[in-house]
T-cell receptor, first 110, second 111 residues
Framework: RKEVEQDPGPFNVPEGATVAFNCTYSNSASQSFFWYRQDCRKEPKLLMS???SGNEDGRFTAQLNRASQYISLLIRDSKLSDSATYLCVVNRGRDDKIIFGKGTRLHILP | EAGVAQSPRYKIIEKRQSVAFWCNPI?????LYWYQQILGQGPKLLIQ????????DSQLPKDRFSAERLKGVDSTLKIQPAKLEDSAVYLCASSLALRQFFGPGTRLTVL
């Protein structure tokens, strides 16, 4: 099993819809979790950290399920500008090693 | 606040040549990372520095890749000799409390 796994997509979603994707991780000792966004031919940019209690930032909600070892990202009222690749990042634990998933591609359709 | 700076932005070389990339992290960020990102994949960590010490270089192909972080600030990544499969974007990031900030990357093409 890979350390961090994401559905590569693409997810093709009409504008205004709600979309969610998950990211599973294999190391139960993982401590920190993040979602990054990467636009085509650009560098990744931090979208949000994922806290144990779940957190929300505008139209974006991130949640952590430790029992099932996955994190999720929910985007409400999707905009054309949300089209990007969303990368899941997991801090592997006590050695602070950071692992990126391969990303999930999202296309918002007009 | 200035971001992570990288140069060059683009580089085209022939196989077996050498190449070097430079990174200047955000001021005050002790941790610096070099990633390799091949088209269609997520970034793969090559090396992680904490100040000028190496934390993790387990995925660095040490027979051809080397990296250093001068005085715990700037860093260079070198490939010698380059292979076709090294064509990728090389991303530098620095972090504060595990939140990474990326530079624009260097797009390397090996012919």
């Amino acid at each position: 099993r890979k350390e961090v796994e994401q559905d590569p997509g693409p997810f093709n979603v009409p504008e205004g819809a709600t979309v969610a994707f998950n990211c599973t991780y294999s190391n139960s000792a993982s401590q920190s979790f993040f979602w990054y966004r990467q636009d085509c031919r650009k560098e990744p940019k931090l979208l949000m950290s994922v806290y144990s209690s779940g957190n929300e930032d505008g139209r974006f909600t991130a949640q952590l399920n430790r029992a099932s070892q996955y994190i999720s990202l929910l985007i409400r009222d999707s905009k054309l500008s949300d089209s990007a690749t969303y990368l899941c990042v997991v801090n592997r634990g006590r050695d602070d090693k950071i692992i990126f998933g391969k990303g999930t591609r999202l296309h918002i359709l007009p | 606040e200035a971001g992570v700076a990288q140069s060059p932005r683009y580089k085209i070389i022939e196989k077996r040549q050498s190449v070097a990339f430079w990174c200047n992290p955000i001021s005050g960020h002790a941790t610096l990372y070099w990633y390799q990102q091949i088209l269609g994949q997520g970034p793969k960590l090559l090396i992680q520095f904490q100040n000028n010490g190496v934390v993790d270089d387990s995925q660095l192909p040490k027979d051809r890749f080397s990296a250093e972080r001068l005085k715990g600030v700037d860093s260079t990544l070198k490939i010698q000799p380059a292979k076709l499969e090294d064509s990728a974007v090389y991303l530098c990031a620095s972090s504060l409390a595990l939140r990474q900030f990326f530079g624009p990357g260097t797009r390397l093409t090996v012919l």
